[in-house]
Structures are given as structure tokens and as C-alpha cells.
């Protein structure tokens, strides 16, 4: 069971990296990341993001960026962090590809099938 301020963190952190994904980030690969969702622990210590790329498959094996890149990313994101939020330790930044898109296709197509 999440806290509310566990979820408060998540929606601010979501604003807060999509916002340095947009104005800050100067690698073409990670211009076209959406944030869809942000789950964070009840410590605040761990936040998992999940992205999807505009404009590309919902495939995780095609469209998913190299894990090295993220996690250089993920410390960039976490300094800027650290000066524009008010918190007291910024967590630890982990990416994962959203697949909930391409499931919720699937569920659809099986509906339609029925």
C-alpha cells in the first residue's frame, strides 16, 4: 500500500523530468521519451519510471533505449533534481519501459475476438 506522499512525490517527480526532458536533454535518443508513470517507494528512496518513446513501436525489443544511457541519464536527472525540489534526499532513479500500452491492445484485441 503506497502513502499519499509517496504518490504526491511521484506526480512531482513525473512534471519535474518531463520538464528537464524537454527544456535540459540534448541527446537526440532521449528527446522523444513520455513519461507515463512514476511509482515510488514508501521510504522515498527508489523511483521507478516508466517511459514509452513518441513516435516509435510499443515493443519493448524495438523501441527500448540502452540501459547504459538511461542510467547515465538518470544521475543528470537526479543533480537537477536535487536543486529544483524541495526534498530532502532525491531517490534513486530507475527507468522500465511501459509495456502497459501494448497489453492493454492486447486485452483489447481479445475483447474484439470474443
Known amino acids: 500500500m503506497s502513502s499519499l506522499r509517496s504518490e504526491k512525490v511521484g506526480d512531482v ?6 520538464l528537464i526532458i524537454n ?3 540534448k541527446d537526440p535518443r532521449l528527446q522523444n521519451l513520455n513519461i507515463t508513470a512514476v511509482k515510488v517507494s514508501d521510504d522515498i528512496g527508489i523511483a521507478t519510471v516508466f517511459y514509452t518513446l513518441i513516435g516509435q513501436s510499443t515493443d519493448k525489443d524495438i523501441s527500448s533505449i540502452d540501459n547504459k544511457v538511461l542510467k547515465k541519464f538518470s544521475g543528470m536527472i537526479r ?3 536535487s536543486k529544483t525540489m524541495q526534498i530532502r534526499r532525491v531517490p534513486v532513479i530507475n527507468f522500465r519501459f511501459d509495456e502497459s500500452i501494448k497489453y492493454s491492445d492486447n486485452i483489447e484485441n481479445l475483447l474484439k475476438n470474443l
Do not use: A, M
Open 79 to 81: 543533480s537537477k533534481l
Open 13 to 18: 517527480l513525473r512534471k519535474e523530468i518531463s
Open 23 to 25: 527544456k535540459d536533454t
